[in-house]
């Protein structure tokens, strides 16, 4: 069976799957994407260029409609420049672009990945109410953001989503047709390392402090970072014994802060907001993933906040490595940590509360052990690669079939 994937970044969510299914089941695997081309252990890499987008002239609405287009007609020519390539399945990630046009090319199913559809109300966009409120042409902009997955929705023959949350956000009409898989957490690498090395990369954490942990791709309101950064301030007002570590770059990956924060960036805007000891927040930024395994792993506590928005791989990775997590109270939080069980959640705008959570736990290490080794045990018999690619490989099977 051969499967083309499209997708704009490479390996992004279906380097996994396509390993698997040509390690274990034998299939060929295509993969293009805007990243360079070539070929490795069975898997053909086409590149896709785009010739133009959007520009400051387009409707701010249409605008990311504009540059979908834009990518979904450069892989259909791109193909189409390729007629050996007959798949047997496509599967392409809803968001970056579209299979539409690939109806025009393959007589095969289509299977989408959908990752996230927008809501203006009782959604990420209006749960920071703390925060200035996004103006009504950001609302509209949202709800324009919608056209490609609806277009997908309408001509895939299947779809999944990697959790239950992001699934019910998509329309009711289409429950049927989309089923909830996760990516999978490779816990050959996201596991506890036994004796972990202290030094991660050039930064020696001392064994004097208690390691608290945070990490996000970008410093930003939707992942909580300011809320992070005063839980943080009132540990350190109160102790002397933590140490915080941040991993993640300087940089909004999701949401409008920069529309309030006078041209600094989120982290600049949040740390001129008060006094922190700034010797005692070590800022990383991006580190290797055996780093952040290491780090996870003598992580005393792994902090995690989220709007009701897409789930962050790193809290799974948290918990693959037996981390004791306190997560946001956020529906998408939930579907994965049971409070008191494998992890322990707070009200996301709550400092007071997490930060009596965090001294429960930092004073009483040895009581909260239990909480990362069934986090561990959680990952793996649920979520894990091993548990996780079968699923997907039925229904990719099934759907090609």
Known sequence: ??????????????????????????????????????????????????????????HVCSRS????????HAV??????RPDIQPDLVV?????????????????????????????????????????????SDLLR????????????????????????????LPAEYSEKVVSIFDGIDTNLWKPVEDPNRLIGSWQLPTDKK?????????????????????????????????????GEDRVAYGGDLRFTQGTTFKQWVL????????????????HPQQLVQLFSISDLHFYLTAPFVLSWSMMNALACGATVIGSDTAPV???????????????FDVDAAAEMANEVLDNLGDYQALGKSAEDFVAQSYSLDVCLPRMMDLYRSTGA
């Not at 040509?22 to 890499?45: M, V, Y």
């Not at 300011?226 to 350190?236: H, N, P, Q, S, T």
């Not at 939930?334 to 996301?348: A, C, K, P, V, W």
């Open 272 to 287: 001129a907001q008060d006094d922190y000891d700034l010797e005692r927040i070590l800022f990383l930024g991006r580190i």
């Open 211 to 247: 390691i608290i942990t945070y990490v996000s791709r970008g410093m930003e309101a939707m992942r909580g970072f300011d809320v992070f950064m005063k839980i943080a301030k009132r540990l350190c007002d109160t102790r002397d014994d933590v140490l915080f570590v941040v991993v």
């Open 142 to 169: 949202a709800r324009t953001r919608n056209a490609i997955f609806l277009l997908d929705l309408q001509n895939c023959d299947r779809g999944y989503s990697p959790t239950e949350f992001q699934r019910s956000q």
């Open 334 to 348: 939930r579907e994965m940590i049971t409070h008191g069980d494998n992890g322990l959640l707070f009200d996301f």
């Open 92 to 136: 392409g990630h809803s968001g970056f672009l579209s299979t539409l046009y690939l109806r025009e090319l393959y007589d095969c199913p289509i299977i989408n990945y959908f990752e996230f559809f927008y809501h203006t109300q009782d959604s990420d966009l209006d749960f920071r109410k703390d925060l200035p409120a996004y103006g009504m």
């Open 1 to 58: 069976m051969h499967v083309l994937f499209a997708h704009k970044n490479y390996p992004a969510q279906f380097g996994h799957i396509a390993r698997y299914l040509i390690d274990h089941h034998d299939f060929r695997c295509t993969f293009i994407s805007e990243k360079p081309p070539g070929k490795h252990a069975g898997l053909e890499r086409l590149q896709y260029k785009c010739s133009g987008g959007a520009t400051e002239k387009t």
């Open 65 to 72: 409609f504009e540059n979908q287009i834009w990518h979904s």
């Open 76 to 81: 259909y020519e791109t193909l189409k420049a």
